[in-house]
């Protein structure tokens, strides 16, 4: 194989030819001449990109490969490496954007001409928009790169020079995973919307991929220091692709609380998202620095080092936005920085987002919004506390995302507007700050706010109660009629599987799909495993689009379909019913689309949930039970028969549900009475 021939792993073998990963499998063991692994390891093998194609073409499998995975195939295979590639690129797509005409130019100039007249074209460019001392590097030749740069213009002719670098940039992230940690794009647009709208110059200290940058909408200026110089060249041509061509950008490397790159710049914003927990942070070396303004930070208190820092690059009166871990709001070797913080009425407002909103995915971060004090105003006398847990979602489900973002700046701009919100139990309030100026200083949202349960008082947990009495007497009338004694069956069984090759059921699986990037809509929720499990609505989302060429298209759900996850063991089959119909099929699940003149959808779901069925159908690995929906069996029984069946196996799901609600309501109910009889408004009677 040549030196810098493409390799594919078996994923992007099933995204070429468009099947699932276990087509890719199959076709291994069946053909002796798929190609052999040239790369990977045993559990993870790689092939060699041109020997697969050629493979998939013989065999009628490859009608032809999409541009943006040919584009992505040429950036994966450059000599130099992705990073080089998308350096290369960017650069180019930087010049097209500026002068669209130079797409025709470059296509009909040939390779030798590009290769000549391109290195100064893109150096001087790149001085013109990222000035003198910017981070993007080039080779001094680019004849390896032609190809590379022949598709990207294609590319960039249908979908725009910006989009296209999106592309390839968002899918060098993702093959990346552990290597960086991101700001999703949700809370990236909250703190953009909490600092303001359209403001002038931006910084942010800790640049990343750029997100925070992109998302702030500057109008002026925008600033970014980041510490791995390949990603801060990647990110210099992302801010420069992504903003407007009069917006100034200037990106930076290095470590900025140790070799401040923007030691005399004010800005208007500063956005940032720390390295968390980084005891190597510079506590010894920077003892003496006059950005503590508020306190020396301690050496396990980096986040307040850096939001510092970030104070100290801010213009009086700007606006600074941190996401921060829990801990530092709580932690006692920091109560002396923040309490400086709230006597000075810098700390304006603590937002507690739900677990989940960004990594590290188990932890529920903070937003941390501060102001920069004027010296002649007076400090506020509050401070707006904000928990986003408490957002109702469905039933006992978290709310979604826009639900959380939603309720958080309303809040926030009602308190920074009016100076005052209506507090509300579980979800925020003002708190004066003398009422924080105890020996802890701790300044996490749920630790200060009431129990949503204690606004409603006694009253509200009588009307819980009710609600609970009456589900319980609802669900006495549901229990099922004592059982008829019978014989085993010996009914004729057919598979899934076969059902499916018959036609009188399709099969799909879920987890594909994005929202459409420009779509004003809100996109479809979208129906998890765990939603399956737990017999609750969706509550996912789905992930917003690149241009990646052909839309990629959810598995919506219709009423009757039947969905089964195939991770945990099995056992669970639920029939979608009309309020949950036209979500998005979620990852680890499957659907089943019954043809109804054929299949009883509840009879289909019923005999799927028996556990000897089940247990024939899974496979057991070391830490997990998968099921292979395929090998289910169903009896063939005529459809008189079949709806006999699927009309006890509804009554059996409704008095399942029943059961389910009188548990939440229980719960409710319980955790509510303790509460009050813990905080006096509920009396022990």
Not at 3 to 11: I, K, N, P, Y
Not at 134 to 143: G, I, T
Not at 352 to 363: E, F, I, R
Not at 595 to 609: E, I, K, S
Request: net charge negative.
């Amino acid at each position: 194989m040549p030196e810098h021939a493409s390799e594919v792993t078996a994923a992007e073998i099933a995204r070429l030819a468009g099947v699932g990963r276990a087509a890719v499998s199959n076709w291994r063991r069946r053909h002796d001449d798929f190609p052999r692994p040239v790369g990977g390891s045993d559990t993870s093998p790689t092939y060699e990109l041109a020997a697969i194609e050629k493979w998939l073409r013989d065999q009628g499998k490859l009608p032809s490969v999409p541009l943006y995975e040919r584009l992505w195939q040429r950036a994966d295979s450059h000599p130099g490496g992705v990073p080089a590639a998308l350096r290369i690129a960017g650069s180019v797509l930087m010049l097209m954007r500026e002068d669209p005409r130079l797409a025709v130019h470059y296509s009909a100039a040939s390779d030798g001409e590009l290769a000549d007249r391109l290195p100064a074209e893109l150096e001087s460019a790149l001085a013109a928009r990222l000035g003198p001392d910017h981070p993007v590097r080039l080779p001094d030749q680019l004849d390896e790169a032609v190809p590379l740069l022949r598709t990207a213009v294609k590319f960039a002719e249908d979908v725009g020079p910006a989009q296209t670098y999106e592309f390839l940039f968002g899918r060098y992230l993702d093959a990346n995973p552990r290597q960086f940690v991101l700001t999703p794009p949700g809370p990236a647009e909250l703190m953009a919307a909490l600092a303001g709208e359209r403001p002038g110059s931006v910084l942010d200290p800790a640049g990343g991929s750029g997100m925070l940058l992109r998302a702030s909408g500057a109008t002026a200026a925008v600033h970014a220091q980041e510490i791995d110089p390949e990603l801060a060249s990647l990110t210099a041509l992302r801010l420069a692709l992504a903003t407007d061509p009069t917006v100034r950008v200037r990106v930076a490397t290095g470590d900025s609380l140790r070799a401040d790159a923007f030691r005399d710049l004010s800005v208007d914003t500063v956005l940032c998202h720390p390295p968390f927990n980084d005891r190597n942070w510079g506590h010894d070396e920077l003892g003496y620095d006059p950005r503590w303004e508020y306190g020396f930070p301690a050496r396990t208190e980096p986040e307040l080092a850096w939001l510092q820092h970030a104070l100290a690059h801010t213009k009086e009166g700007g606006t600074v936005v941190m996401l921060m871990p829990p801990a530092v709001a709580s932690r006692r070797s920091g109560r002396r920085v923040r309490a400086d913080l709230l006597r000075r009425g810098t700390l304006r407002a603590v937002v507690a987002l739900p677990a989940g909103a960004a990594p590290p995915h188990g932890l529920p971060l903070h937003l941390w919004v501060l102001r920069k004090p004027h010296p002649e105003h007076r400090p506020p006398a509050e401070l707006l506390l904000f928990d986003g847990a408490g957002i109702p979602g469905s039933g006992a489900e978290k709310a979604p995302w826009f639900a959380v973002s939603s309720a958080v700046l309303d809040t926030w701009r009602a308190f920074d507007r009016h100076g005052s919100v209506p507090d509300r139990p579980g979800l925020n309030r003002m708190l004066p700050v003398i009422e924080l100026l105890d020996d802890d200083v701790d300044v996490t949202p749920a630790r200060h706010l009431p129990p949503p349960a204690a606004d409603g008082g006694a009253a509200e947990l009588e009307t819980v109660r009710d609600r609970l009495a009456q589900t319980l007497r609802r669900t006495a009338d549901m229990a099922p009629a004592p059982p008829a004694d019978g014989e085993p069956a010996r009914w004729p069984t057919t598979t899934v599987g076969e059902l499916a090759r018959s036609g009188i059921l399709l099969m799909r699986a879920g987890g594909g799909g994005s929202a459409p990037p420009d779509s004003s809509a809100a996109p479809p929720a979208v129906l998890t495993e765990h939603d399956v499990i737990a017999g609750g609505g969706p509550t996912g989302i789905l992930p917003p689009g690149r241009p990646e060429g052909p839309a990629d298209e959810p598995v919506l759900l219709e009423e009757g379909d039947v969905v089964v996850p195939i991770l945990g063991g099995g056992g669970v089959a639920r029939v979608v019913d009309a309020a949950t119909a036209g979500a998005a099929l979620g990852r680890n699940v499957y659907l089943l689309r019954p043809d109804t003149g054929a299949l009883d959808p509840w009879f289909l779901a019923g005999f799927l949930r028996g556990t000897a069925n089940s247990r024939q159908a899974s496979s057991f690995a070391t830490t997990s039970t998968r099921l292979d929906v395929r090998r289910l069996q169903v009896p063939r029984l005529p459809p008189a028969e079949q709806r006999r069946y699927g009309e006890r196996f509804r009554t059996l799901a409704a008095f399942e549900d029943a059961l389910r609600q009188a548990t939440q309501l229980g719960d409710q109910l319980v955790q509510g009475l303790y509460d009050g009889l813990t905080d006096g408004t509920v009396r022990p009677g």
